[in-house]
T-cell receptor
Framework: NAGVTQTPKFQVLKTGQSMTLQCAQD?????MSWYRQDPGMGLRLIHY???????DQGEVPNGYNVSRSTTEDFPLRLLSAAPSQTSVYFC??????????????FGSGTRLTVV | AQRVTQPEKLLSVFKGAPVELKCNYSYSGSPELFWYVQYSRQRLQLLLR??SRESIKGFTADLNKGETSFHLKKPFAQEEDSAMYYC????????????FGTGTRLTVIP
């Protein structure tokens, strides 16, 4: 199993550009989420999805969009990149809320720099 | 509101010394608590789940509901334990969202 796969691993954007970070999992997990990791701030939840067709906002959703058309894929879109969005982005997945004690599986991350 | 607090950003210990990484949470119910570890240039990995009461790589963590703490402990630190450690919780109800503390970077000095 590949687990959680994120692409690209690195990306440099100019302010105002848009892009999509890809995330795919092959574990048939119902729950998927996106985090950003910043020094001294830990990981903060951007958006999450409890199943195909269902998405919701996390702690820091502004400037980001998501969709969940299939169980496997959960792309994160930056609408108009800003330097404040320079960060490392992690995608994660887990079983449903019925098995919330199982924990999450994380992707390897995307390091994004906005200049 | 800060759900998970890790008071130490940096922690250095000598090899063979005991190590304790502190974690406190603010929640009146019974959350699911976890420790995740991130080694250099690697993805986050689940280290411990409080519900399983297991010992992984010599680490243990006990949930103290009275003190709302979930400190991570190891009696004898090893150099390979150097990493970033995150305490995290999932609430008992609602969506399956995992909330993280700010992390503690552990350095084990040879």
């Amino acid at each position: 199993n590949a687990g959680v796969t994120q692409t690209p691993k690195f990306q440099v954007l100019k302010t105002g550009q848009s892009m999509t970070l890809q995330c795919a999992q092959d574990m048939n997990h119902e729950y998927m989420s996106w985090y950003r990791q910043d020094p001294g701030m830990g990981l903060r939840l951007i958006h999450y999805s409890v199943g195909a067709g269902i998405t919701d906002q996390g702690e820091v959703p502004n400037g980001y969009n998501v969709s969940r058309s299939t169980t496997e894929d959960f792309p994160l879109r930056l609408l108009s990149a800003a330097p404040s969005q320079t960060s490392v982005y992690f995608c994660a997945s887990s079983y449903s809320i019925l098995h919330r004690d199982y924990g999450y599986t994380f992707g390897s991350g995307t390091r994004l720099t906005v200049v | 509101a800060q759900r998970v607090t890790q008071p130490e950003k940096l922690l250095s210990v000598f090899k063979g010394a005991p190590v304790e990484l502190k974690c406190n949470y603010s929640y009146s119910g019974s959350p699911e608590l976890f420790w995740y570890v991130q080694y250099s240039r690697q993805r986050l990995q689940l280290l411990l789940r409080h519900i399983s009461r297991e010992s992984i790589k010599g680490f243990t963590a006990d949930l103290n509901k009275g003190e709302t703490s979930f400190h991570l402990k190891k009696p004898f630190a090893q150099e390979e334990d150097s990493a970033m450690y995150y305490c995290a919780l999932i609430y008992q109800t609602g969506a399956n969202n995992l909330f993280f503390g700010t992390g503690t970077r552990l350095t084990v000095i040879p």
